[in-house]
Nanobody, 122 residues
């Protein structure tokens, strides 16, 4: 299984970015795809997740109302639309795929992408 994340960059506070994560090499019919982030000196934390068919979505409280997760099933690609970005959103963002019993648990995702850096300037 390979996950290719892209779309990170430098943006001013209040701006927006869209992250993409393309999945390949596996049978994903029942998997959950998630986005996590890790800021310098902090633990990796849950951001958002979506069921493989896209019928269920989950967002961390810190990003509700600002971030949206969606999926293009034909492309096996998940997107994280990030609006109204804040400096505290600065982190390396990782996509992951798994069958988590707990959506927010990093340890329950089996496959991880390489990460893409998002920097929000104040």
């Amino acid at each position: 299984v390979q996950l290719q994340a892209s779309g990170g960059g430098l943006v001013q506070a209040g701006g927006c970015l869209r992250l993409s994560c393309a999945a390949s090499g596996g049978a994903f019919s029942t998997y959950v795809m998630g986005w996590f982030r890790q800021a310098p000196g902090k633990e990796r934390e849950f951001v958002a997740a979506i069921s493989w068919r896209g019928r269920s979505t989950y967002l961390a409280d810190s990003v509700k109302g600002r971030f949206t997760i969606s999926k293009d099933n034909a492309k096996n690609t998940v997107y994280l639309q990030m609006n109204s970005l804040k400096p505290e959103d600065t982190a390396v963002y990782y996509c992951a795929v798994g069958l988590p019993r707990t959506i927010t648990q990093t340890s329950e995702y089996a496959y991880w992408g390489q990460g893409t850096l998002v920097t929000v300037s104040s």
